[in-house]
């Protein structure tokens, strides 16, 4: 390989290190969040830009490792491992999308999944699903909501009675309001949802799930868990921070289906 074609390829590699950096550093920029999805494409970032500064002699070495025996297993091995995560990853990346788009369907039972509480206030996140939410009411005036989330130990109340008090001050009738303050997971945001519809007779299979367009494909499988039927309503991610949450929800994904 000539210098200047080696000069190319390199600056090419590093282009897409730093794309990379910029795909998944808007959310620690924008509201400082530092999770297991931005982490892993840091890592992912300062690899490519590793193999950028160092690429003649990386390649120098896999050659010589390709030249004996045990090193051609090792570097297949290796290289077969990277295309089995990628098809993973891309696989759950698509399942993920797909269920990030908004659902024609409709319900009479919607199910709001919780979010950080700031003392008594919503987060950013949060807002935009009681935003979500009471659009959804407003559009469909005899549906009832259960508002799902309990307490977390830097909150002053429980994300339920968060979004509660919020919807009742845009308007929505309280009698249209059920609040779950008990969960603190998304598994237990629909265990307890069914447990308290099923308290007030509402047997409804049917549900409408309004959390992040991210978090739609993990909700959607802990709800069967608990036999509902579900149609997406997504609160919308900004496109700096969707690419950082999706990677997080692979991640949670395999862990649901890991235990």
């Known amino acids: 390989m000539t210098g200047t074609k080696s000069v190319i390829i390199r600056v090419i590699i590093l282009l897409l290190a730093i794309l990379l950096l910029l795909a998944y550093i808007g959310p620690l920029i924008t509201v400082g969040e530092l999770n297991l999805g931005n982490i892993f494409g840091y890592c992912v970032a300062g690899l490519v830009a590793v193999y950028s500064a160092f690429m003649n002699k990386i390649n120098t070495k896999i050659v010589q490792l390709w030249s004996q025996k045990r090193g051609r297993v090792g570097v297949s091995i290796v290289c077969a491992l990277l295309m089995l995560g990628l098809v993973y990853f891309g696989t759950l990346f698509g399942m993920i999308a797909n269920y990030s ?121 802990y709800a069967k868990k608990y036999g509902f039927v579900t149609h997406s309503m997504p609160a919308k991610t900004p496109w700096s921070g969707y690419i950082t949450f999706v990677t997080r929800e692979i991640f949670a994904v395999t862990a649901m289906i890991l235990k």
């Open 101 to 221: 788009k908004t659902d024609s369907a409709r319900s009479q039972v919607v199910v709001v999944l919780g979010c950080k509480v700031v003392g008594e206030k919503p987060g950013v996140f949060l807002r935009q699903r009681i935003n979500t939410a009471y659009n959804y009411l407003q559009d469909n005036p005899d549906a009832v909501a259960v508002l799902c989330g309990g307490q977390g130990s830097d909150e002053n109340i429980s994300e339920g009675q968060c979004m509660y008090n919020a919807l009742v001050d845009m308007g929505v009738s309280p009698q249209r309001l059920y609040v779950e303050n008990q969960s603190t997971s998304t598994q237990e945001n629909f265990m307890f949802a069914r447990q308290l519809l099923d308290k007030q007779g509402i047997t409804a299979k049917e549900i409408t799930v309004v959390t992040h367009d991210f978090h739609q494909f993990r909700a959607s499988l």
